[in-house]
Nanobody, 124 residues
């Protein structure tokens, strides 16, 4: 099992940047594909980005491609989400998740472990 704790959320003006971190417990972090998802009020959970076990491959949703970057440090058992050029529509609770699936699954159903989430609010 793995436990996940996000940090780095907050309030930022449109056009600004934030970096989210997700610290994982356990010595098997490198065996999990890691993903970031978000959920805005009144909306369903939305895939944001994912990274393979080695960090060699990444996938992004079209809405964040070119603005967000996912990365991981297996030695520190941490996954990051660098968010640049933030827009008000990026406002949501952001959660990291771990998957046993190979590749970069997009569906939250493929992720078995979740953090509690961190709020990101982008003001216009």
């Amino acid at each position: 099992q793995v436990q996940l704790v996000e940090s780095g959320g907050g309030l930022v003006q449109a056009g600004g940047s934030l970096r989210l971190s997700c610290a994982a417990s356990g010595r098997t972090f490198s065996s999990y594909t890691m993903g970031w998802f978000r959920q805005a009020p009144g909306k369903g959970r939305e895939f944001v980005a994912s990274v393979t076990r080695s960090g060699g491959s990444t996938v992004y949703s079209d809405s964040v491609k070119g603005r967000f970057t996912i990365s991981r440090d297996n030695a520190k058992t941490t996954v990051y989400l660098q968010m640049n050029a933030l827009k008000p529509e990026d406002t949501a609770v952001y959660s990291c998740a771990a998957s046993n699936r190979v590749g970069v699954p997009l569906s939250p159903l493929n992720y078995g472990y979740w953090g509690q989430g961190t709020q990101v609010t982008v003001s216009s």
